[in-house]
């Protein structure tokens, strides 16, 4: 069922395994943040400042790799649909 | 078992008391699972065939189809780093399928065997990376532009980090969950409850063990190609 094409992965299983990983590198980059900058506060004697710092930091990390994640899911449905419909819109990459 | 529901009966609560070495559950299902892997390997190199046949032609359909996938996205050099990927894709796949057997528990339904893996995972594709290009594999950190460079490094650190906790937690969340939905229904409708499940639950299982796969491989391919 998953290993229908010559023992190929399967479209669904590629579209279900993406769809299980969006979401959660969000809340572990905020986490990752807020730990480096709680150690690092402790180590260097700055509390609260490199903990805000790093926390926000965490959290624009975290909304980084989802956004790329999804250009390139994006980049991916383009390529399947790119033979049909020509180019669509002018990314540069 | 680490917190939560507690398993009711394990085969491996048994064989310790036998053993009297006080090993926690997940071990001795990790090493069944290795002696799953290992006895079927052994087996087949022992009658190799030209032409395959039953189990072989099983694992040649599975492995190639694997091995066609990651050198469609990795490129030639994807064939170099292949037996590490499939070999983390089998041995989590069998770990995630032991905890469907009754009485047994799934060893990845545990952190500290996630968090390993994670944890090879992580050094490994950085050391894919830095046997790659070398000093110059400091430029997958900094970004397209040099002026936010110093930003970029400590972001690109951040995320990097958050990899392996992010695999750990996402095979542990999901494993473990489908484990006490299973030892739940169990209590509630012992058997009429269990079984649909399981269908639901080996689609699960191995969607998490492709993840894992396919998320080694996307990492690699970070490391392997060109910064910007």
């Known amino acids: ?93 | 078992m680490a917190a939560g529901l507690p398993h009711p009966l394990t085969y491996s609560v048994i064989i310790d008391e036998k053993l009297g070495l006080g090993l926690p559950p997940h071990v001795y299902y990790m090493w069944m699972a290795m002696i799953i892997l290992l006895t079927c390997a052994l087996m087949l190199r022992g009658r190799l065939q030209l032409v395959p046949g039953g189990m072989q032609n099983v694992f040649e359909t599975a492995i190639g189809g694997l091995e066609d996938f990651t050198v469609a996205n990795l490129g030639e050099e994807g064939r170099r780093v292949f037996p590490f990927l499939c070999s983390m894709f089998i041995f989590i796949l069998v770990m995630n399928y032991i905890g469907l057997i009754p009485g047994c528990d799934a060893a990845t339904a545990n952190v500290n065997t996630n968090a390993a893996m994670a944890l090879c995972v992580f050094l490994y594709y950085n050391y894919i990376g830095i046997k790659k290009w070398g000093f110059g594999y400091i430029k997958h950190f900094m970004g397209p532009m040099p002026a936010l460079a110093p930003l970029m490094l400590v972001l690109e650190t951040v995320s990097h980090i958050a990899r392996p906790l992010s695999l750990t937690l996402r095979l542990f969340g999901n494993i473990r969950g489908e484990e006490i939905v299973l030892v739940l229904l169990f209590v509630l409708a012992p058997v009429l409850g269990t079984l649909p499940m399981y269908f639901l639950f080996i689609l699960g299982k191995t969607i998490q063990a492709f993840i894992f796969f396919m998320l080694t491989m996307i990492y690699l391919k970070g490391s392997l190609e060109h910064a910007h």
């Open chain 1, 1 to 93: 069922m998953l290993f229908s094409n010559q023992g190929k992965p399967s479209g669904a299983m590629e579209i279900l395994s993406t769809a299980g990983t969006i979401g959660l590198q969000l809340v572990t980059a905020t986490f990752v943040g807020l730990a480096m900058g709680y150690f690092l506060d402790e180590w260097l004697g700055t509390s609260p400042w490199l903990l805000i710092v790093f926390l926000l930091l965490g959290i624009v990390a975290g909304f980084r790799d989802v956004f790329l994640e999804a250009r390139r899911i994006q980049r991916r449905s383009e390529g399947d649909h790119g033979a049909e419909s020509g180019p669509r819109g002018s990314d540069p990459k």
